[in-house]
DNA sequence: TAGTCGCC
DNA sequence: ACAC
């Protein structure tokens, strides 16, 4: 059996978890949903000053931002239209490395350009606390930034390549972490408007309970 | 503070 | 480190 790196914090990163074909399979699916779910370009609260990510979900809830806060919701923003379901890819990662016995409520879709960032932060919008959270990297090689349980904790850089699985799991769940930068022209997975870029597709529970995740509480 | 800027 |  593999033997992928664990920290005692409970931070998993599993290289190259997903094959090639396994990765053009995904990224073909978020172009589908994408036709459904188009891109939206979150803001932050308060100042409505514009992320350099832009976004979209699968899955019975979305995490969305605007001027009102963070939040996750069961319909798009922009369309009104319910989230298009989850691919049974990212329903069986989950099964197989969450470790948790319910599945995903919500699957952002982060898609980076060459100057997308995302500052430090901690996922904060969930209910669920405990609930791991689980990505995917599809195509250009990012700097992803772990920090600690405060902001001013130590933090570490590691690269994240296109395949490549991560865990935030145990007291990791509650650190801060970040994407400093993308390496433009480093995959040569994704093509058209997101070349180059890159794609981080996010796993959350959110309501705690609910077995299959539809109830809204 | 899911931001930006600028310096070493 | 800033200013929101």
Request: overall charge positive; glycine content about 12%; charged content about 20%.
């Amino acid at each position: 059996m593999t033997a992928y790196a664990t920290t005692r914090n409970g931070f998993r990163l599993l290289p190259e978890y997903f094959d090639r074909v396994q990765q053009a399979d995904l990224a073909a699916q978020v172009m589908g949903a994408l036709q459904d779910a188009p891109l939206f370009t979150p803001s932050m609260p308060r100042t409505g000053k514009p992320l350099s990510v832009q976004m979209s979900n699968f899955g019975p809830l979305g995490w969305v931002a605007d001027r009102s806060g963070y939040r996750y919701e069961a319909r798009h923003p922009v369309t009104g239209t319910p989230w298009p379901a989850m691919p049974q890819a990212l329903l069986e990662l989950w099964e197989a490395v969450s470790g948790w016995p319910e599945p995903p409520q919500a699957c952002l879709i982060n898609v980076y350009g060459p100057q997308s960032r995302l500052g430090l932060h901690i996922d904060a919008d969930e209910d669920a606390r405990e609930a791991p959270v689980v990505s995917v990297s599809l195509g250009d090689r990012a700097r992803f930034r772990l920090g600690g349980p405060q902001r001013s904790s130590p933090t570490r850089s590691l690269f994240l390549s296109s395949g490549d699985v991560v865990v935030l799991g145990g007291a990791s769940r509650r650190f801060f972490h970040g994407v400093d930068r993308i390496y433009p022209g480093t995959s040569t997975l994704l093509s058209g408007p997101f070349s180059p870029g890159r794609i981080n597709l996010t796993m959350r529970r959110v309501h705690t309970g609910g077995g299959a995740g539809t109830t809204r509480s």
